[in-house]
């Protein structure tokens, strides 16, 4: 299903998203130097079990830079592309991938491809994480910093509450389509 003007605004986006990816990269210099060794190759993202009410999101193809990060690839170079590396993220049971995320997990996940690599991106997925109230310390003082903690601590006590009435719903739903 495509929305209206996808053309436009889904560059932006998957952009903003290897910005972002890219920042937290560089919270973590051990991540960056890992990548830094697989300079050229490239990584396809694929959202696999991806719910029908909301359209799935397309892949995401990603270049490993010699600065350790990651650049977009444009439609043109993406055409005709075996990736070094397929990432698939499975979004079957989004209850479940919401949780851990806000736990501060991952998304059940396959990693396929070029073996020092995959482990490399493996560890990355394992051990990086956003740390939201250190960027707010940076941009803002440590006055802002400690309400983005608080706030943080909130919206994950809230993200668990709203997990586990998504859970109860899902299980109810299915439990009224078996006859």
Do not use: Y
Request: charged share 20%; net charge negative.
């Amino acid at each position: 299903m495509d929305l209206p003007f996808q053309d436009l605004w889904l560059p932006a986006v998957r952009n903003r998203m290897v910005l972002f990816a890219n920042h937290v990269l560089t919270g973590c210099p051990p991540a960056v130097e890992r990548l830094r060794a697989h300079a050229g190759k490239t990584i396809r993202v694929d959202v696999s079990g991806w719910p029908g009410l909301i359209p799935v999101p397309p892949p995401l193809s990603l270049r490993v830079t010699p600065a350790g990060l990651f650049e977009g690839l444009t439609a043109a170079e993406e055409s005709g592309l075996v990736p070094d590396l397929q990432v698939r993220l499975d979004a079957g049971d989004p209850a479940k991938a919401a949780g851990n995320v806000f736990k501060g997990g991952l998304p059940p996940m396959s990693i396929d491809g070029d073996g020092a690599l995959a482990a490399d991106v493996s560890w990355i997925a394992q051990n990086v994480r956003w740390d939201p109230a250190a960027d707010a310390e940076r941009f803002f003082g440590p006055t802002v910093a400690e309400a983005v903690s608080r706030a943080n601590e909130q919206f994950t006590q809230v993200g668990e509450k709203v997990r586990s009435a998504v859970g109860q719903l899902f299980d109810q739903l299915q439990a009224r389509r078996k006859p």
